[in-house]
């Protein structure tokens, strides 16, 4: 006789109505003493510089950085609308940050040699946000050939001078705290120190990347940052992924993954132009709901000032659909062997026949045992393990789903993504 297998338990996150439900009842009245002292903790760009080290006879911050900093201060001053501990979290964070940027302008003058390091083939997995990109792009990493970023390493790029390396226990540190700060989050975006994770954190480190406007509402940075030259922010990422070669070498391919790649992806590959590209696709009318949640979430541990329909608006009359149709655009001029789509629903399906679909077609073979061996032991972990169910809805965020259909039309026709 079997015995019966008992399903993984399923943790829900409950559609989005405001910010102060999404936080734990000790935050909420932490925040409400933090009222006491506007304006405290201190955000200033140059005071957050000083309290990262940077000295004037030293090596200091690029000028690029410099700028953007101040940019993203500005802009926090002016629309962030943090509260008491979203203050605290954004100086810590963003003296880290800054920190950590010094720390990779004084490896690479100190071994100008890691910037001849050679990478391997990339590969980069490319589409909006939430649609089915970060599942892939685990999947993808699990093959031992491959080389992937994890999130210990994108967090902290440069390896200790001395000492035993205590980045993953920092890294786990961080993640421990955002869950006692949002305890939701984790099944919106899950994350983990050791777990392949986005080159995100690559471009915070040098300030320059939209992964603010997911955090704060600072449509004044975002503004200005769009308007700059992607190439600059690249240029870091580039030397970035050197240094982490260099301290730690290995993989016949990098595959890497950024959704905000997709909004720069002429940039990336006039970067790297030889890079091969997995294209993710879902059907907007699901992919914006669940984005305007992800925003809405995400800025919730900063501020109680989040508004659903605003940030519908954002999204709606925002960067992601012009990046969607200048990214087609683009696909539609690369080579057939560059790039290869990928559904997510056909991923949820039948995960392994998406990854046959890409080996073959960027590869031109499948998967060598050893590396579909690891990905089905992935896959077997991820049904094991408790599940989460991300509610989400359109007209939360004032979004009618008729109007997406009709918004993205030819998209949706393209992809077969029609009812």
């Known amino acids: ?41 201190s955000l ?16 200091g911050p690029t000028p690029a950085a410099c700028e953007a900093l101040e940019r993203l201060c500005d802009a926090l001053a002016a629309t962030g609308r943090l509260h008491g501990i979203g203050r605290i979290a954004a100086r810590d964070d963003t003296i880290r940050l800054a920190r950590t940027h010094l720390r990779i302008r004084r490896a690479l003058a100190a071994t100008p040699a890691i910037l001849d390091a050679r990478l391997p083939p990339l590969v980069f997995v490319v589409g909006w946000p939430r649609t089915g990109s970060t599942a892939l792009h685990a999947l993808l990493a699990a093959d031992p050939r491959h080389r992937s970023i994890p999130y210990w390493e994108s967090f902290d790029p440069v390896p200790p001078e001395r000492g035993p390396d205590r980045r993953i226990e920092g890294l786990e540190r961080m ?19 050791e777990g392949a994770e986005e080159c995100v954190a690559l471009f915070m480190n040098h300030f320059r990347t939209l992964q603010f406007d997911f955090q704060y509402r600072v449509p004044d940075y975002v503004a200005w940052l769009l308007a700059q030259d992607a190439g600059i922010a690249y240029a870091d990422y580039h030397d ?26 002429e940039t990336l ?9 997995v294209f993710t696709h879902r059907d907007p009318v699901t992919a914006i709901s669940s984005l305007c949640s992800l925003y809405a979430h ?49 991923l949820r399906r039948d995960p392994l026949a998406a990854v046959e679909r890409i080996y073959t077609r960027l590869f031109g073979e499948g998967p060598d045992a050893a590396g579909r061996a690891a990905m089905e032991r992935h896959l077997a972990a991820k049904d094991a393990a408790p599940r989460d169910r991300h509610e989400h809805d359109l007209a939360d965020f004032g979004i009618d789903a008729d109007a997406v259909r009709e ?3 030819a998209y949706r026709e393209a992809f077969d993504f029609t009812d």
């Not at 992601?320 to 790039?339: D, T």
């Open 1 to 41: 006789m079997k015995t019966a297998v008992a399903a993984p338990p399923v943790r829900h996150v409950r559609p989005f109505r405001d910010a102060s439900r999404t936080r734990p009842l000790w935050m909420r009245g932490l925040n409400r003493l933090a009222r006491l002292a506007p304006g405290w903790p």
């Open 44 to 59: 200033a760009a140059a005071d957050l510089w000083r309290a990262a080290g940077a000295e004037p006879s030293g090596i």
């Open 175 to 193: 993640l421990a705290q955002l869950e006692r700060f949002s305890p939701d989050y984790h099944a919106i975006h899950p994350m983990s120190a």
């Open 240 to 265: 970035s992924l050197r240094l982490i070669q260099h301290h730690r070498p290995h993989g016949e391919r990098f595959v890497l993954k950024d959704p905000t790649h997709l909004v720069h992806l």
């Open 269 to 277: 590959l006039a970067r790297f132009p030889d890079a091969r590209i």
């Open 298 to 346: 995400t800025r919730a541990i900063f501020s109680d000032d989040v508004d659903p329909r605003a940030i519908g608006a954002e999204v709606m009359t925002g960067y992601w659909p012009r990046a969607l149709e200048a990214a087609q655009a683009i696909r539609a001029r690369l080579e057939p062997g560059r790039f290869v789509d990928v559904r997510q629903v056909d």
């Open 407 to 409: 918004r993205f039309r």
